[in-house]
């Protein structure tokens, strides 16, 4: 008998999750309230449209810049400790700027600045907050943890820009980024309160910054779960920022309405995400991830239509509900492909290529739609947008998502201890391990599928390069290479290999006809570091 889906709210009956989500809802809305007291004060230290716009500009630009390094930092050190330590330095700087302003000494160059610095600390834990879910839950409940956060961040879009228009006539324009910095005292309260699950004791020394970025990209491009989910990824995001990038436009020359009609719409995409969360585990659950990704996307192509052709404004609040409900219904499929198809060691990394990938799609399809509303109009872009978002719905058909929810990505830890003479230096390297097999020749090219499945999964732990060749002189007698970079990274594989990779392997052993296994040799790259011999003439 199946077991019941998880209701919307079953993450809640983990403490963790409970307390961290709290603090993190009530963080993201000083968030916002800083973003619009940012951009309110810089309207008035310079009224140019470009100073404005590059207050944006500052917010997202770290992201482009430090995600993919941050993936990798999160996953070579402790990631409380990273949080926290992060955490610590926003509020310093956002205190500090809340000083300055309130001083008046505030000028465009200095807020700049300060919002780089803040953007540069929000993309360092990103990855990190992301990769740190699986661990607050079990995993039945990680779609609907994934929902709540994304309703968590839409709850405190709808909150806190209206709060801050509030206490900015109250009490002044400083008053935001005081109030941010003490929302981030209540994350680091939660986060010290917080203690995570022991992971697996470290017998290795930690990975080298650069080391642990190129095993992170190798990981992404050698998975095909990863893949297919950015393929999906930027199929929807470039046609999808349509409805965000057009979206103050609608309210302004569509239908000819001003900022609060502006607010009432993302606050009606707010409470569209927050519904659509609610209901997202069963639905999901029913009609699984391809076709809840492919609804979504054909909601945000209804809902863009609807932008370009009708000029009622409450019919168009309406389906901005629509809007948010397709919108987290295809985030949140998105988030959990990604989720399931990485193993712990690799997460962070996974993550914030996904990161990256997401920025980069909104940056380009908002940049491709404005350029098409400038050459165009508004109601132009809108519909070439609807039209490219439900044609990559056949187009990208094939590459499906959830294909990780099946795998074992624990490790298996089934390679035994490699024989040596000698003791290696963990630096030695490049390293090349050899696997012979002996199989029946009627079966060649079984076994020459399935180990295409398998340099797939070397390549994820570590290798750099994979082949399989037959002996020429003896039909059946197969040679497996692959390399990897060093000794200790050799070492590190053992501890890589996944409960899924094992399945494989022992498939593949399978194939091998001797009672005695197939037999694996290491060999290292000539020690660079030994004396020379001297005896030559």
Excluded at 346 to 360: C, E, K, N
Excluded at 423 to 435: I, K, L, W, Y
């Amino acid at each position: 008998m199946a077991e019941p889906t998880p209701g919307p709210f079953a993450p809640f009956r983990h403490a963790a999750f409970a307390v961290l989500w709290i603090a993190t809802v009530v963080s993201n809305i000083g968030t916002w309230m800083h973003d619009v007291a940012a951009g309110w004060l810089m309207t008035s230290l310079s009224p140019s449209p470009l100073m404005v716009a590059l207050v944006q500009t500052a917010t997202t630009l770290p992201v482009f810049l430090f995600s993919l390094p941050a993936g990798a930092l999160a996953d070579i050190v402790d990631r409380r400790r990273l949080l926290i330590a992060v955490q610590c330095v926003l509020a310093v700087l956002t205190g500090l700027l809340g000083l300055v302003v309130l001083a008046g000494q505030t000028t465009p160059a200095v807020l700049l600045g300060f919002t780089f610095l803040l953007g540069i600390g929000t993309a360092l834990i990103a990855p990190a907050w992301q990769a740190i879910v699986p661990s607050l839950v079990d995993r039945p409940s990680l779609r609907s943890a994934i929902a709540l956060n994304s309703a968590g961040i839409n709850v405190s879009r709808a909150i806190g820009p209206a709060l801050a228009g509030v206490i900015i006539v109250a009490v002044g324009i400083h008053a935001p980024f005081f109030l941010n910095m003490v929302s981030y005292l209540g994350v680091i309260a939660a986060l010290i309160w917080w203690r995570p699950p022991p992971g697996p004791p470290r017998t290795l020394p930690p990975e080298h910054f650069l080391g642990a970025l190129r095993a992170g990209l190798r990981y992404v491009r050698a998975s095909a779960p990863m893949r297919a989910t950015l393929v999906r990824s930027v199929a929807f995001f470039v046609f999808a920022s349509a409805q965000w990038a057009m979206l103050p436009l609608i309210a302004r020359e569509l239908l000819a309405g001003g900022p609060e009609l502006y607010g009432l719409l993302l606050g009606c995409v707010g409470v569209g995400a927050v519904a659509g969360a609610l209901v997202l585990p069963r639905v999901s659950a029913r009609l699984g991830a391809n076709r809840l990704t492919a609804l979504g996307t054909l909601g945000t192509a209804v809902t863009l239509v609807v932008f370009a052709l009708v000029r009622e404004p409450m019919v168009v609040a309406l389906l901005c509900l629509v809007a948010g409900t397709s919108w987290i219904a295809v985030l949140s499929s998105l988030n959990v492909s990604a989720q399931t198809a990485l193993p712990d060691w690799v997460r962070a990394r996974g993550l914030s290529v996904s990161v990256t990938v997401f920025f980069g799609s909104m940056s380009l399809g908002s940049l491709a739609w404005g350029q098409t509303a400038s050459l165009f109009d508004v109601p132009a872009a809108l519909l070439a947008a609807a039209v490219g978002a439900v044609v990559m719905i056949p187009l990208t058909w094939r590459w499906k998502l959830g294909q990780g929810e099946m795998l074992d990505l624990s490790p298996s830890l089934h390679w035994p201890v490699p024989v040596l003479a000698a003791e290696v230096a963990h630096d030695r390297g490049p390293v090349m391990v050899t696997v012979e097999y002996r199989i029946d020749p009627a079966r060649a090219g079984a076994f020459a599928a399935l180990m295409n499945r398998l340099s797939d999964e070397r390549r994820r732990d570590g290798a750099f390069a994979w082949g399989l060749f037959e002996d020429m002189a003896e039909p059946g007698r197969f040679l497996e290479y692959f390399l990897v970079e060093s000794w200790l990274e050799h070492q590190r594989q053992h501890h890589r290999v996944t409960r899924s990779a094992a399945d494989i392997q022992a498939a593949a052993r399978a194939f091998h006809i001797g009672d005695d296994g197939p037999v694996v040799r290491h060999y290292a790259a000539p020690d660079q570091t030994a004396a020379p011999d001297q005896t030559f003439v």
